[in-house]
């Protein structure tokens, strides 16, 4: 059974660089049809979804995102990337891995699959 978890500092400076690392055991993330996403909820806000990976290579991102966001993967390690640039305050939030058969993961389908999430919090 396909597992999801989530590494990286919990703690980030404002206008630095926030990297986080979802690594994937059980499973391949070249496997044909899956796509690997990063999501993220604010306190006290709703799920917001970031960006993508498919199995292919092929990058998607949230409009509003796209500029501070770069997603990427090692298939050696098995692992997916993500990147925001000049984080701000704003960004604090539990962040989530996904998987699911669209770029936009949906949780009732019966492939979804996410990580527990890891808390990154933008302070100075």
């Known amino acids: 059974q396909v597992q999801l978890q989530e590494s990286g500092p919990g703690l980030v400076k404002p206008s630095q660089t926030l990297s986080l690392t979802c690594t994937v055991s059980?499973?391949?993330?070249?496997?044909?049809?899956?796509?690997w996403s990063w999501i993220r909820q604010p306190p006290g806000k709703g799920l917001e979804w970031m960006g993508a990976i498919a199995y292919s290579g092929e990058t998607y991102y949230s409009p509003s995102l796209r500029s501070r966001t770069s997603i990427s993967r090692d298939t050696s390690k098995n692992q997916f990337t993500l990147q925001l640039t000049s984080v701000s305050p704003e960004d604090t939030a539990v962040y989530y891995c996904a998987r699911d058969q669209q770029p936009r993961p949906y949780s009732g389908n019966y492939n979804y699959k996410r990580g527990q999430g890891t808390q990154v919090t933008v302070s100075s």
């Open positions: 059980g499973g391949s993330i070249t496997t044909n049809s899956y796509y």
